[in-house]
């Protein structure tokens, strides 16, 4: 009997030598979106979950929700019309996009694909083309899951040795790692920022996903122009992000030639959406 | 006659694993539609956590078989590689996940986002509210039809 076993956990063993055609296909599906944070644990979609909402709920705390469901549905649909263009658009609840109450020009996205644009870039924004440029650039942090590289790496190998049994976490001490894991994402999204590595692969890759969506990758220059006219005003747009005159610089670089697009519906459906 | 059946469980287990086809939906709710493409018919929606016997990979794209015998395309995204634990029906072993246990350490989850309502640095009712405002694929289509989006 115990010889059988061992032959059947030989079978297991060269079944999961098997499984890897079939992952070796997932990941290909899934590039560049897989994260071990810090060295010890791998975050899954329903942590990510989670922990998002969690972070969106600090950031709401902060700054009050615009709820305005009109445009609240236009954003959306923009959004999801680029989400099933990127190579993630199934995540744990699906995405979600909302105007915060401010002035100020600013966006960003809590892990788990709930994405803030400020009610200030909607003022801003000339186009649906540019509003679809910045919710772009944030899908593309959410896909890259770069809300979740903020996270100390600490954090996340004291929390692996509680998960692996290493080490017996008191219901206090995990909520402490939840709650500093939350203001670790809050800070950057909010204050720190992302790297400038993360934020010009972000702007590049929202370009590829604007022209795969039908979107003109130009809007994003023109968006980030328009930041740049109020940074000469000594006013900062998008204060976690890097300066407007330097990422014009490298998406004017990257731009293509400008496809021809009919924007009349677009123009129509942007003035009836967007009321100022 | 408890070994008997064990070893049964583990044969039939070993035999769905040679097969090596099967992946788990991890996402709350996937869909299963028609074609490789989201625009197209939704046949279905599957839960969190079914199995789905994969036939052939098209691009980011899975041709599945879910456990009524209905096929269709599923994305990647929605579906994790990590097969099924034998952990939890090998003999002598009962109880919760590895996943579940890891997720119960590790604290993010809704347990501890319950511990948190109410404290004036969470607004959950807030998120909630966004969360509600979904928008359905079919709605989706249609916006990117008018606007001659791809």
């Known amino acids: 009997m115990k010889k059988l076993l061992q032959l059947l956990c030989l079978c297991q063993f060269l079944a999961a030598i098997k499984i890897p055609i079939t992952l070796g296909q997932l990941n290909k599906a899934k590039k560049g979106v897989e994260l071990v944070a810090g060295t010890t644990h791998t975050i899954n979609e329903e942590e990510e979950y989670y ?211 009919d924007m009349s519906v677009r123009n129509a459906r942007f003035s009836k959406s967007v009321s100022r | 006659m408890k070994k008997k059946a064990c070893l049964l469980a583990f044969l039939a287990m070993t035999a769905l694993l040679l097969a090596g086809k099967v992946l788990v939906v991890q996402v709350l709710h996937a869909q299963l539609m028609a074609k490789p493409d989201f625009l197209s018919s939704n046949l279905a929606t599957i839960q969190k956590g079914a199995c789905l016997e994969i036939i052939e990979a098209k691009g980011s794209w899975f041709l599945v078989k879910n456990a009524d015998g209905l096929k269709g395309y599923v994305h990647g995204s929605a579906l994790a590689g990590r097969g099924i634990s034998l952990s939890g029906i090998a003999p002598g072993k009962k109880g919760a996940s590895e996943e579940e246990l890891a997720l119960a350490a590790k604290g993010f989850n809704e347990g501890n986002e319950r511990k948190l309502r109410g404290s004036r640095e969470y607004d959950f009712s807030a998120v909630d509210w966004v969360m509600a405002q979904a928008v359905a694929n079919p709605d989706v289509g249609d916006f990117v039809r008018e606007g001659k989006l791809k």
């Not at chain 1, 003022?123 to 809300?147: F, Q, T, W």
């Not at chain 1, 980030?224 to 998008?238: Q, S, Y």
Request: hydrophobic share 45%; glycine share 8%; charged share 25%.
């Open chain 1, 51 to 261: 922990i998002g909402r969690a972070v969106a709920a600090n950031i709401l705390s902060q700054y009050p929700l615009w709820k305005n469901q009109t445009l609240c549905r236009y954003l959306n649909l923009i959004g999801k019309a680029l989400v099933l263009k990127s190579e993630r658009p199934e995540i744990f609840a699906g995405y979600h996009f909302a105007v915060l109450d401010s002035r100020e020009a600013n966006a960003f996205s809590a892990p788990g694909g709930i994405i803030f644009i400020s009610r200030g870039i909607i003022d801003m924004a000339g186009n649906e083309d540019e509003i679809a440029a910045i919710l772009a650039h944030e899908i593309r942090h959410v896909v890259n899951k770069d809300p979740l590289k903020a996270i100390k790496s600490q954090r996340m190998k004291t929390l692996g040795t509680f998960a692996a049994g290493e080490a017996i976490g008191s219901g206090s001490e995990v909520l402490n790692i939840f709650k500093d894991s939350v203001l670790d994402i809050s800070g950057t999204l909010l204050q720190k920022g992302y790297s400038r590595g993360q934020e010009k692969d972000a702007d590049l890759q929202a370009m590829d996903l604007l022209a795969a969506a039908g979107y003109n990758p130009a809007a994003l220059l023109t968006i980030l122009e328009k930041c740049r006219g109020i940074e000469k005003k000594k006013t900062k747009a998008f204060s976690a992000h890097p300066a407007a005159a330097k990422r014009v610089a490298y998406v004017e670089e990257a731009l293509g030639k400008a496809p021809a697009i």
